[in-house]
């Protein structure tokens, strides 16, 4: 009996890392990442090493079942180790480890929105060749051939995700026709980023079977479009429970005195988005706000109402490292 395993790994690209993946024979059935063997790659050709000592190690963590191949094959999420084991310098999954391990008791959750956008070429899937659509407003969890474009693409991928076994909670259309999002969580930090970057290699990988591009730039269209974010709720035990108001209030007053350390984990080009129109704040400013889309952090209508629940952290870039954002978000609120 063979097993296709597809060892998934984040390269050195700088300033956005990048995915890569190749695929291992198995001569058994898996149930777990600790039953995988460790497996080398070329580091020199994916910026992780180089030619005269080029030889880097991948550490299966996780695995998932592989919706594509379907059978036993499955899909491996792995960590980037140097030749003698220990944490590669691009491996920013070993820090949340700690950081997750360190504050295992603050229970936190995580919900990630994640919005990208499709490209057919150098337009934006559906956009008229060297034109626009029209005016942003229509498009936004839209319906009809005039408004939504993608939509075959965004089920495959919802489907496959699922069965995978990721924990996505919704999909909408977006603000800018060609734009969508779905949602991962809530979940703990390893299981949300882990998830989050098999999702995102899920994407890029069924986009291929129709010749598009998917894209997590966060303002892939310049003007006065919507850029593309990764809003992240977060959430604690004691905010969860009666009275936790107080516990978010007094996180967001923590997140206000490390703003630009946020910012600079909050994914590349993210100023271009961050500018203080289409719903964001200025990335030189942060506020917080009961039910303010336009703030830095939002705490939702329902959690003000209730006196509990979590806030929304609406700042980080659609092409941000959910290792290095849930790390920093507990590390600020948690200490």
Request: overall charge negative.
């Amino acid at each position: 009996m063979k097993v296709m395993a597809e060892y998934i790994w984040m390269d050195g690209h700088l300033p956005t890392q990048k995915l890569r993946s190749k695929t291992k024979i198995l001569n058994k059935k898996v149930s777990s990442a600790s039953e995988l063997p460790d497996w080398g790659f070329d580091g020199s050709s994916t910026n992780q090493a180089e030619g005269n000592f080029s030889d880097c190690l991948l550490k299966p963590v996780w695995i998932c079942k592989d919706p594509i191949r379907g059978h036993d094959n499955i899909l491996v999420m792995c960590e980037v180790m140097n030749s003698d084991g220990s944490v590669h310098s691009s491996n920013t999954r070993a820090h949340l480890r700690l950081i997750a391990d360190k504050f295992s008791k603050e229970e936190a959750w995580f919900g990630i929105e994640q919005e990208y956008t499709f490209f057919e070429g150098r337009n934006p899937l559906g956009w008229p060749e060297g034109g626009y659509p029209a005016p942003q407003g229509p498009f936004y969890c839209g319906v009809g051939a005039d408004e939504v474009f993608g939509r075959e693409i965004v089920e495959d991928h919802l489907d496959l995700c699922l069965e995978a076994g990721l924990e996505l909670s919704g999909i909408n259309a977006e603000v800018m026709p060609g734009q969508w999002e779905y949602q991962v969580g809530p979940l703990g930090p390893l299981e949300v980023a882990d998830q989050m970057w098999i999702s995102r290699w899920l994407l890029y990988r069924v986009s291929e079977d129709y010749g598009v591009s998917a894209t997590l730039h966060p303002k892939p269209v310049k003007g006065d479009w919507n850029g593309a974010g990764a809003h992240i709720n977060f959430s604690t035990k004691k905010m969860r429970e009666k009275g936790g108001i107080k516990v978010i209030e007094n996180a967001c007053e923590k997140l206000s005195k490390k703003h630009d350390e946020h910012i600079a984990l909050y994914g590349a080009h993210n100023e271009q988005r961050l500018t203080g129109n289409h719903e964001t704040c200025s990335i030189r400013e942060f506020r917080y706000g009961v039910s303010d889309r336009g703030a830095s952090i939002r705490i939702p209508m329902q959690t003000a109402n209730d006196g509990y629940g979590y806030l929304e952290d609406r700042r980080p870039s659609a092409n941000m490292d959910p290792y290095q954002a849930c790390a920093i978000l507990i590390e600020t609120t948690c200490r």
